[in-house]
T-cell receptor
Framework: GENVEQHPSTLSVQEGDSAVIKCTYS??????FPWYKQELGKRPQLIID?????GEKKDQRIAVTLNKTAKHFSLHITETQPEDSAVYFC??????????FGKGTMLLVSP | SQTIHQWPATLVQPVGSPLSLECTVE??????LYWYRQAAGRGLQLLFY??????ISSEVPQNLSASRPQDRQFILSSKKLLLSDSGFYLC???????????????FGEGSWLTVV
């Protein structure tokens, strides 16, 4: 089955810096890649997703890039703010299969 | 719009006691339903998923069970809780898949279970 590796497990940045979280997947047939943000004590919420027919997608300060050849995708957050502090999960799926999640990255943004 | 409700939000149960967590989805029909568990500071572990009434797939062996008595109702149960069952339990749903869509999962607010 699919295997998703996520790095780093913890990322500390200063407010205003950029943050990048990277994920790799094993199944070349995977075609859907969402990212979830989970604030402390709350549920994971979808923040952005990308499909395999697109190489990059942006939504304000958040962007996701996909490299199908290398089988990796990344989340980019620019101009980080303290409220960006949370655990971020990447995931992958193909067709109607269930999502396979990475283990998560704890992002800490210091004022 | 679709909403998902999950309860109770918090519970403290003694070892060996039973468990019942309930989840309902509104605003959609025939959703795929999921139960995830998240131990403290850890990732999302898929426990069960269901593609229809009475259809349950188990991802990991454990002393938990799931049932789907109605189209938009999903229940997580245990007859005898273990200390290791403590964690944050999340119900989730996804809609009908089409080739142009992705299997986006939407989570409920979660239930904090502490087994003492």
């Amino acid at each position: 089955g699919e295997n998703v590796e996520q790095h780093p497990s913890t990322l500390s940045v200063q407010e205003g810096d950029s943050a990048v979280i990277k994920c790799t997947y094993s199944d070349s047939a995977s075609n859907y890649f969402p990212w979830y943000k989970q604030e402390l004590g709350k549920r994971p919420q979808l923040i952005i997703d990308i499909r395999s027919n697109v190489g990059e997608k942006k939504d304000q300060r958040i962007a996701v890039t996909l490299n199908k050849t290398a089988k990796h995708f990344s989340l980019h957050i620019t101009e980080t703010q303290p409220e960006d502090s949370a655990v971020y999960f990447c995931a992958a799926s193909k067709g109607y299969s269930t999502l396979t999640f990475g283990k998560g990255t704890m992002l800490l943004v210091s004022p | 719009s679709q909403t998902i409700h999950q309860w109770p939000a918090t519970l403290v149960q003694p070892v060996g006691s039973p468990l019942s967590l309930e989840c309902t989805v509104e605003g959609t029909s025939n959703p795929n339903l999921y139960w995830y568990r998240q131990a403290a500071g850890r990732g999302l572990q898929l426990l069960f998923y269901s593609v229809g009434i009475g259809q349950i797939s188990s991802e990991v062996p454990q002393n938990l069970s799931a049932s789907r008595p109605q189209d938009r109702q999903f229940i997580l149960s245990s007859k005898k809780l273990l200390l290791s069952d403590s964690g944050f339990y999340l119900c989730a749903w996804s809609g009908y898949w089409t080739p142009g869509s992705g299997n986006t999962i939407y989570f409920g607010e979660g239930s904090w279970l502490t087994v003492v």
